[in-house]
């Protein structure tokens, strides 16, 4: 009885605590649906219209793959640089880890306004003359989420002894980039997934940096949201649930991808 009472009272707590959080969402969802909702508890008309002008809109889709392939790109080129880094920091030079998480925590310590002011005037002249395109942006990105990719590489990592797995393939006559590939790689790949997916939700509702970096030359999801919010409240809420929509779907995907490759590496 009494294991049944310390497991009923957590739910609660969890289900409370999901009500609180999806609630606004819910009410933004209600807004997107609404044809007229004015001093009601509930609208009084529904309709699917803001959604279908939406989806017409040429401009929205436009924006939405540009999010999508920028954001891609930041996260495919931060695992190419990071996960290689983090693996040899962590495994070969342990003593290095100190340093290492002092540099990829200064995002946190500079002001998205402050980092856009400097890339401008850094990269606004000179050989790298790099202003106002997707070159900068992706640089930007990648420097966003260095704090995601690295703690949750190493993270994975620790989780499943990357030293001893390696020292035990290299005992078995396995080469040092074969046992990464074949012993290491497949064990962290859910964790690579679960930073991957962070540094993708995180990138993709990115707005302060991007509009000031490249805001008049390349349009992003944010970006567009900003700029059409003041048109109606019923359109910006559209925007906003396809958008949670969208990151929801592509989370499904790839947790449930890493769940299948964590299942075939257990087998």
């Known amino acids: 009885m009494n294991i049944r009472k310390a497991g009923f009272a957590p739910r609660i707590v969890m289900l409370l605590f999901m009500a609180y959080l999806l609630l606004p969402l819910l009410a933004t969802g209600l807004y997107a649906l609404a044809r007229d909702w004015q001093d009601s508890l509930l609208p009084t ?88 395109t997707a070159y900068l942006l992706v640089g930007a990105y990648f420097v966003v989420i260095l704090p995601y990719m690295y703690q949750g590489i190493r993270n994975s990592l620790l989780t499943v002894s990357a030293v001893e797995l390696l020292q035990a393939a290299e005992l078995l006559g396995a080469r040092r980039r074969t046992a990464f590939l ?37 349009k992003t999801i944010q970006v567009y949201l900003y700029q059409r919010v003041g048109e109606s409240g019923h359109l910006a809420s559209a925007i906003a649930i396809s958008y949670f929509v969208f990151i929801l779907m592509l989370s499904m995907v790839l947790m449930k991808l890493g769940r299948r490759m964590g299942g075939e590496v257990s087998k």
């Open 182 to 218: 074949t012993v290491i790689l497949p064990n962290i790949w859910p964790g690579i997934i679960v930073s991957s997916l962070l540094s993708f939700s995180v990138l993709f509702g990115e707005f302060v940096l991007t509009n000031m970096l490249v805001g008049g030359h390349i």
């Open 45 to 132: 008309a529904w309709t699917f219209s803001w959604f279908s002008e939406l989806l017409g809109d040429l401009r929205f889709l436009s924006a939405l793959w540009t999010s999508l392939y920028l954001c891609l790109i930041s996260v495919a080129l931060s695992l190419v640089v990071m996960l290689p880094a983090v693996f040899v920091i962590t495994v070969y030079f342990p003593h290095w880890e100190h340093f290492m998480k002092g540099i990829v925590v200064l995002p946190y310590a500079v002001p998205g306004v402050v980092a856009a002011v400097g890339l401008i005037r850094t990269y606004s002249s000179g050989p790298l003359d790099i202003a106002g």
